[in-house]
T-cell receptor, first 116, second 111 residues
């Protein structure tokens, strides 16, 4: 069975602060994918990143960075210099890996509010 | 990548009626997924739909309540039958190409 835990339900920061969203996962699969999605108030899910379990390199994309630590089963997401437009619910998700695709197991999400 | 559209984008329905949600993808995909997101909650998988075979439902979801069609590799429908207020949710379809993409969702309110 797979499980994703996002312990932070809500986070509130002031603009320009850095913020880290935590994600801890459980799986018995030897290979798997980890994802982060953003859901703004409009409701659509915006894909941010997919990480293969084989690739433990951290990734940076603009103000976004991800820290994957297999040893602690964590895949944390940091937003640097947060902006009001970053306000959204962020979901971490997990799936088995494979060419045909699998459904995702989602965490409960972290609601981020960035105030001016 | 994949571009997914859903119809309707939102609807308000009466208890006891049914609503069919359409999902259209801009490329051929083997598997399509239907998720439900209840208010303030995370996404829960309803079923997986492969073209040419019956959908596979997750625990807690049954075909009589959520019948799914998958007539071809770019299209699927999900019907929410005999609706009650507890069915008020966002319903999202998803496909896998190079990664997992989601449609914009159908926001359903049942009165």
């Amino acid at each position: 069975a797979q499980k994703v835990t996002q312990a932070q339900t809500e986070i509130s920061v002031v603009e320009k602060e850095d913020v880290t969203l935590d994600c801890v996962y459980e799986t018995r699969d030897t290979t798997y994918y980890l994802f982060w999605y953003k859901q703004p108030p409009s409701g659509e899910l915006v894909f941010l990143i997919r990480r293969n379990s084989f690739d433990e390199q951290n990734e940076i994309s603009g103000r976004y960075s991800w820290n994957f630590q297999k040893s602690t089963s964590s895949f944390n997401f940091t937003i640097t210099a947060s902006q009001v437009v970053d306000s959204a619910v962020y979901f971490c998700a997990l799936s088995p890996s494979g060419n045909s695709g699998y459904a995702l197991n989602f965490g409960k999400g972290t609601s981020l509010l960035v105030t001016p | 990548s994949a571009v997914i559209s859903q119809k309707p984008s939102r609807d308000i329905c009466q208890r006891g009626t049914s609503l069919t949600i359409q999902c259209q993808v801009d490329s051929q995909v083997t598997m399509m997924f239907w998720y439900r997101q209840q208010p303030g909650q995370s996404l829960t998988l309803i079923a997986t739909a492969n073209q040419g075979s019956e959908a596979t439902y997750e625990s807690g979801f049954v075909i009589d309540k959520f019948p799914i069609s998958r007539p071809n590799l770019t299209f699927s429908t999900l019907t929410v039958s005999n609706m009650s207020p507890e069915d008020s949710s966002i319903y999202l379809c998803s496909v896998y190409t190079d990664t997992q993409y989601f449609g914009p969702g159908t926001r359903l309110t049942v009165l």
